[in-house]
């Protein structure tokens, strides 16, 4: 774990926790061993033991950086179904009533209700803490496979998580870190007494250290599948841990893809992955994790994309703010501070205004700007109430609309806009050249991944610089046609 969370896990359980003679520490070691276990058992054989599908020319081998993966021996045809799991391997929180029952099980449960919902792999690492401490659990194969440790933010050094230079991405990192140092003072609180029968890790001691371990491999693992949730019986999205699949690693490309099938005649679920190109020899399998920014994907996953197209800036919408970029644009008459009261009304349809306002707009990612922002910009810089009202939210929202209110704003907007990328760049201590220059001295693995992800984030707002430039030229060569 991270200096942030190690060293106050160590004061808690000096200060505060009463250790029973019979519990057992589970604990994150930071040794470099690549797996929980030095000769974990065969995954593939174990899948296939249990009645799962295995392609034969399926293997797991190294894949670089990202560690383990799954490639093909040979030549796979599209179309080709790569693994299957029947309904009893996939590892879910909250799980089937064929495993409750027993007081352990209801104290899991109850744990689990202090965990909110936006740290939902908190509540699956729950149960996988549970299946790692219980002798002969039957998911030990799968378990004793999982990495000892992870590349994710909250086990940075202090400094490295300092070097990510990103304010939205460390407030994240924070709060998933306090949330772990509060969540082990409940848990041990919950715990502490308890039966050895009764206790939800088999008298096991359960620290932040390990709690970052079980949500972490959760985070970087689990799918969101069609389920039935055990509390009321409804079916929706629950997550599940896929055993070997879940060693696919991630493309926005990918070469696979997973397939859910439910027959009529047998309410069991089986999980399919199925070749969705040719998969050539030694090629790895790959799964498309989803359309995330770099954030989710170091937050969640541990690693950063390159040229990522979903990747953005996060911006706060902030009056002041938006004034002095206007006025360094050159734009005159900003009303970003003061705007007229039928401009507040437009901004209340966008969110923008109001106590339930979401402040939080983007430059960058498929839409170059968050259209919030730019119909914020667009009606904020203009004067003409009128002709504002003339067009619906969704043209003032799109920027392949072009000057829907006049040239003159739509340059105003994008010079604004510019300005703004300016300002956000500032923000950054250092320059992506300094960046580079340190990642060719060699680092560690957590400052090469804040190194990397700082120089994205730079490269986002230098993408959208460049976009927004191109556009003001081009209206400025209109106008001089025009003219």
Request: proline share 6%; hydrophobic share 40%.
């Amino acid at each position: 774990m991270s200096n942030m969370i190690g060293s106050t896990t160590s004061k808690i359980t000096s200060k505060t926790t009463r250790v029973l003679t019979f519990r057992r520490r589970l604990t994150c070691s930071a040794a470099a061993t690549p797996r929980l276990v030095p000769n974990p058992p065969d995954l593939i054989k174990w899948v296939r033991k249990e009645g799962g599908f295995v392609h034969p020319f399926v293997r797991i081998a190294e894949s670089g950086p990202l560690g383990l993966g799954l490639v093909a021996v040979e030549e796979i045809p599209k179309g080709s179904e790569l693994i299957g799991l029947p309904e009893h391997i996939p590892l879910r929180f909250p799980v089937t009533e064929s495993d409750g029952g027993d007081e352990s099980y209801y104290n899991l449960m109850n744990l689990a209700r202090h965990v909110p919902e936006e740290l939902w792999a908190m509540r699956l690492g729950l149960k996988l803490l549970q299946e790692r401490a219980k002798t002969g659990s039957f998911w030990w194969p799968y378990i004793s496979n999982l990495p000892e440790t992870y590349n994710v933010p909250i086990f940075f050094s202090g400094d490295d998580i300092k070097n990510l230079q990103y304010a939205p991405l460390l407030y994240q990192v924070n709060k998933r870190c306090r949330f772990l140092l509060d969540f082990e003072k409940v848990v041990r609180h919950e715990v502490e007494d308890m039966q050895l029968q009764n206790h939800p890790f088999g008298g096991r001691d359960v620290d932040a250290s390990s709690l970052g371990w079980a949500m972490s491999a959760v985070s970087s693992r689990a799918f969101r599948l069609h389920g039935k949730a055990l509390q009321n019986g409804n079916s929706g999205d629950v997550p599940m841990m896929l055993p070997l699949i879940d060693m696919c690693n991630h493309s926005f490309n990918p070469s696979a893809e997973i397939v859910q099938e439910q027959g009529s005649g047998n309410p069991k679920m089986l999980v399919k992955v199925v070749a969705a190109t040719d998969i050539k020899e030694r090629d790895h399998m790959t799964l498309n994790y989803g359309c995330l920014n770099n954030d989710l994907f170091l937050l969640d996953y541990g690693f950063v994309v390159p040229s990522n197209p979903y990747d953005g800036i996060e911006l706060k919408y902030d009056g002041g703010l938006f004034d002095a970029a206007s006025m360094a644009a050159g734009v005159s008459n900003p009303n970003f501070s003061s705007p007229a009261p039928w401009q507040r009304q437009i901004l209340s349809k966008l969110n923008l205004e109001g106590e339930q306002a979401l402040l939080k707009v983007t430059l960058g990612g498929p839409e170059v700007v968050e259209g919030r922002l730019l119909a914020a910009l667009r009606v904020l810089l203009s004067n003409d109430a009128e002709t504002v009202q003339r067009h619906d939210l969704n043209t003032l929202k799109s920027l392949a609309i072009k000057t829907p209110l006049g040239l003159a704003n739509e340059t105003a907007v994008l010079r604004t806009l510019i300005a703004l990328c300016v300002i956000a760049l500032s923000h950054f201590p250092t320059k992506i050249m300094e960046d580079e220059t340190l990642l060719k001295k060699g680092v560690s693995t957590s400052m090469e991944l804040a190194l990397q992800f700082r120089i994205q984030k730079k490269s986002v707002i230098i993408d959208v610089m460049r976009d927004l430039t191109k556009r003001v030229k081009l209206l400025s060569s209109n106008e001089s046609l025009a003219s």
